[in-house]
């Protein structure tokens, strides 16, 4: 199944919305579902969930609707998903510890194997999800070791294109970023960055002054 070249970030966000939805029919033993039924749950239109769809090629049977257990192991397909991701999280204050802690990124293949530090008082021991911290100076020893592919960064502003750099250099090509601040990084390196910040202003925003 081929990706076509310029499928919408939209398109995208879509997909991993339809696969939870999929996911959790699958655990309730639905078998078959119609656009227009995958549609209402989602909170989106049938015809965007086919045009969506499209962009991967054939999925559903017209009149009949949609293999759940079919349609959910071809969008984790496309989404690269048929396989684990090892995840490193690097700066392990409150939001760090809590992001490792979430099991839902577990059920989704998304697994945490490390966690990296600055903080000598920090390096050295355990988190309480069981994930190890190391100095960040290890990330170049682990990343291949523990064939770490995503780098999740919640260190404070000020540390945080640091920590991309040594994420970069450890051969890290995908990272997360949750600190309050744009990173750099060179050509061939995803970046997507988390604002809180920016959301609870835009909610802010559409509760008090409409």
Do not use: W
Request: with cysteine; net charge positive; glycine share 8%.
């Amino acid at each position: 199944m081929a990706k076509t070249l310029k499928v919408p970030e939209a398109t995208i966000k879509r997909l991993s919305i339809y696969m939870r939805v999929l996911k959790d029919l699958e655990k309730n033993g639905i078998e078959v579902i119609s656009s227009a039924e995958l549609a209402e749950i989602c909170g989106v239109n049938a015809a965007q969930i086919r045009k969506d769809l499209t962009y991967f090629g054939e999925f559903g049977i017209r009149g009949v609707g949609y293999y759940v257990k079919e349609l959910h192991f071809d969008i984790r397909k496309v989404l690269g998903l048929n396989q684990k991701r090892n995840l490193g999280l690097i700066g392990v204050g409150n939001l760090g510890k809590a992001l490792a802690s979430y099991r839902n990124f577990s059920d989704h293949g998304y697994n945490f194997v490390a966690a990296f530090d600055a903080d000598k008082a920090k390096v050295g021991t355990t988190l309480p999800c069981g994930i190890d911290i190391y100095h960040i100076d290890k990330l170049k020893q682990l990343v291949p070791e523990l064939n770490i592919e995503i780098a999740i960064i919640t260190t404070p502003a000020s540390a945080a294109q640091d920590a991309a750099d040594a994420a970069i250099k450890a051969g890290i090509k995908g990272i997360l970023n949750f600190a309050p601040v744009q990173i750099s990084v060179p050509d061939g390196i995803r970046v997507k960055k988390v604002d809180l910040t920016t959301e609870f202003d835009n909610l802010a925003y559409h509760l008090f002054t409409s």
